[in-house]
């Protein structure tokens, strides 16, 4: 479904309901990008909701991006992945990197993870939408962390890294430091679209990102969800083959990060969405009075 935003001068996507006509996720991350970057003094600001410190990968320091190029329909991301106007905040490169540090130093002080209290945070990602919208952000900012020396992780879908091999280069600049882990949505276009929305022959784009990343040097691993309420065993089967042709070395068939669907609110939402035209309209009444 496609929304109107700002006083209806541009349409932007939404998250999906029934019906809805496959978009191209390009077009999408552009238009994101126009919403959740701008020029500042001190280089590309970006859009983030919160730095913190999550007990994930052992303790990570986090800046939580906002907007996504994709619309899967199981996300548990906050609403600034539909809405990304509406929510965050700008940032320059070094002022993100200097919160991501900042968070590393605080430790985890989140409620409902003090079990996690005791763990050292010494690395930092960006995560929670897609954060490789925004190039020139993201290069700038890894530059700036490799300054106070923490590896980096780096969470994509791999859209826009696969559709750009340049990108890919300039962040290979710093695989010293650097992890990509590339999340898979699907194996076939069919799947593709039914989960993402986006139209099916982009597909190939996360295989061709971890496969520009290996042959740049970058540590990249993909993760994939393959839960079967969405993914039949088959396709699986595909994909792991698929991802065992680009790195054999990796052992996917024995290795593979495999996500399933946590049943957050928003997943909840965006799900019910899907299903529910008269939901869908409420829940995007309420979210745009917000």
């Known amino acids: 479904?496609?929304?109107?935003?700002?006083?209806?001068?541009?349409?932007?996507?939404?998250?999906?309901?029934?019906?809805?006509?496959?978009?191209?996720?390009?077009?999408?991350?552009?238009?994101?990008?126009?919403?959740v970057t701008k020029e500042g003094e001190d280089g590309v600001e970006r859009k983030y909701v919160a730095f913190y410190s999550a007990p994930v990968y052992r303790g990570i320091a986090t800046g939580y991006a906002v907007g996504c190029c994709l619309r899967c329909?199981?996300?548990?991301s906050n609403w600034s992945r539909d809405f990304p106007e509406k929510f965050g905040d700008f940032y320059s490169p070094r002022e993100a990197a200097q919160r991501l540090v900042e968070a590393a130093r605080e430790g985890i002080t989140s409620p409902g993870w003090e079990r996690f209290r005791?763990?050292?945070?010494?690395?930092?990602?960006?995560?929670?939408?897609?954060?490789?919208?925004?190039?020139d952000h993201l290069v700038a900012l890894l530059g700036h962390v490799k300054?106070?020396?923490?590896?980096?992780?780096?969470?994509?879908?791999?859209?826009?890294?696969?559709?750009?091999?340049?990108?890919?280069?300039?962040?290979?600049?710093?695989s010293d430091m650097l992890y990509v882990r590339v999340s898979f949505?699907?194996?076939?276009?069919?799947?593709?679209?039914?989960?993402?929305?986006?139209?099916?022959?982009?597909y190939e784009?996360?295989?061709?990102?971890?496969?520009?990343?290996?042959?740049?040097g970058v540590y990249a691993r993909?993760?994939?969800?393959t839960d079967p309420r969405v993914m039949p065993p088959e396709e699986r089967n595909l994909l792991i083959s698929m991802l065992d042709e680009i790195d054999p070395a990796a052992d996917y068939p024995r290795t593979l990060e495999e996500e399933v669907i946590d049943m957050y609110e928003t997943t909840i939402?965006?799900?019910?969405?899907?299903?529910?035209e008269k939901f869908a309209r409420k829940l995007e009444e309420e979210l745009s009075r917000e």
């Not at 700002?6 to 996720?25: A, E, N």
Request: contains cysteine; aromatic residues 16%; charged residues 25%.
């Open 73 to 76: 329909i199981y996300c548990w």
């Open 222 to 225: 993909a993760a994939a969800m």
């Open 147 to 174: 300054e106070f020396g923490y590896p980096f992780y780096l969470e994509t879908n791999g859209i826009l890294l696969g559709a750009d091999r340049d990108y890919v280069k300039r962040i290979a600049e710093f």
């Open 118 to 135: 005791h763990l050292k945070v010494n690395k930092l990602r960006v995560s929670g939408c897609e954060p490789t919208i925004g190039k």
């Open 205 to 216: 784009l996360p295989f061709r990102a971890l496969r520009y990343l290996l042959d740049e």
């Open 269 to 276: 939402m965006r799900l019910k969405a899907f299903t529910d």
């Open 185 to 202: 949505k699907a194996a076939t276009p069919e799947g593709f679209t039914s989960r993402t929305g986006a139209i099916g022959e982009y």
């Open 1 to 35: 479904m496609i929304f109107p935003f700002f006083g209806g001068v541009c349409l932007y996507q939404r998250f999906l309901t029934r019906g809805f006509k496959p978009f191209d996720p390009l077009d999408l991350a552009r238009e994101t990008e126009k919403i």
